[in-house]
């Protein structure tokens, strides 16, 4: 196996340079135009809420339509970045002209393009806000002004995960620390530093959950404040506390990134180059189980919007509720932040004693065991929101509610942990390494 592998770079290394790098630069374009999935989705709802509502207030088409088309101008945002990142790999690619091996700008090409996936997640984030605001325009367009700002505030947050997506690819493509890092270093450390290139793009995905998160979250103030402006300013509060604790598995998200970029663990570690390349991967993989509290997250915050919004007097109940709620989906994110902590800086499989293609497996099985998060946080942020609902339509019931939810937010989490045990007995405890 390792002849073979060693067979496959050099076949690798016959090519061009360019050749190499340019090819993989062709799967990071298609990759990234993923991203058009979202935008797609999010005007299509906005389209759709915008007819409706034009059916049910013709008088106000004109108010509706306006709003439709500026917050699915917004919604498009993440699909004409990922389209602008394609056409640089395609037409004005500056990663063929890097100083580097090209295992590790290749590897780096293509996580430009997983990078720019999380982008998914805003398109439909914001199509979601774009309709509850072309429904609010369409009920009560005395109130537009209200509803235009927090759909536009919320979408802004909401687009956050697909900027970081783009900072990203454009520090690969025009400043890339893994291509300087290579320069003169062996195939087998430049193999390391290409591998680490798709984890980091592999982790940005997790952003994808947020994007979503926080649109459900901006939909549902703009709702609020158009059947009640009064509730302007405790809607815009909550969306906004709400959808920062739903970005927090995107910003674990590009500090992995970034480690894997520019503090990378694994190039001076003394261990099997296959091994240390696939934990790089697989601790990019890892934090896409962060996927699912950002959705979570991002739905409790609208549904404390729409509980608080019944009765205003009641808004610190549901904060607490929303918050206490959201923390605990957050657990999901914490797992998988933990895990891909391990894999680059206290990895075990590093100093076992077993063949290297079962020991990289591993690594790859660790990360792939924490995808199971996405379920328990988007499961766990559903109770949150309706916790948090019914505590500003019945805030004396708050005591229950708040018990009500966190035991079953404690069932929900099982499968996560399941998944977490899966990882650490992996990492610390293989059973499969004395099998051979």
Known sequence: MANFIELFINWLLSFDKEAVILGASAIGAGLAMIAGVGPGVGQGYAAGMAAESTGSHPENQKTSLMTMLVGAGVAETTGILSLVVA??????????????????????????????????????????????GAEGAGIAPENNRGTMMCMLLGSAVAQTTGIFSLVIALIFMYANPLASASVGASNELALILGM????????????????????????????????????????????????????????????????????????SVDANYLVLGASAVAAGVSMIGGLGPGVGQGYAAGKAIEGASFNLKATNKVMVVMILGQAIAQTSSIFSLVVSLILMFA??????????????????????????????????????????????????????????????????????????????????????????
């Open 347 to 436: 990895n075990p499989l590093l100093n076992m004693d077993a063949s290297f293609i079962v020991l990289a497996a591993s690594a790859l099985g660790a990360g792939n065991a924490m995808l199971a998060g996405i379920g328990p946080g988007i499961g766990q942020g559903f109770a949150a929101g309706q916790a948090s609902m019914i505590t500003g339509m019945r805030p004396r019931l708050q005591g229950p509610v708040l018990r009500t939810m966190v035991l079953g937010q404690a069932v929900a989490q099982t499968t996560g942990i399941y998944g977490l045990v899966i990882a650490l007995v992996l990492l610390f405890a293989n059973p499969l390494v004395g099998l051979l």
């Open 87 to 132: 056409l640089i790999l395609m037409f004005g690619n500056p990663m063929a002209h890097q100083e580097g091996n090209a295992l590790a700008i290749a590897g780096s090409a293509i996580g430009v393009g997983l990078a720019m996936v999380a982008g998914v997640g805003a398109g439909i984030g914001c199509g979601y806000a774009a309709g509850k």
């Open 196 to 267: 680490s290139g798709i984890g980091a793009g592999a982790s940005m995905i997790a952003g994808l959950g947020s994007g979503v998160g926080c649109g459900y979250a901006a939909g549902k103030a703009s709702e609020a404040v158009a059947i009640n402006p009064e509730a302007t300013g405790k809607s815009i509060m909550l969306m906004l506390v709400g959808s920062a604790m739903a970005q927090t598995s995107a910003i674990f998200s590009l500090v992995i990134t970034l480690i894997l970029m520019y503090g990378n663990p694994f190039i």
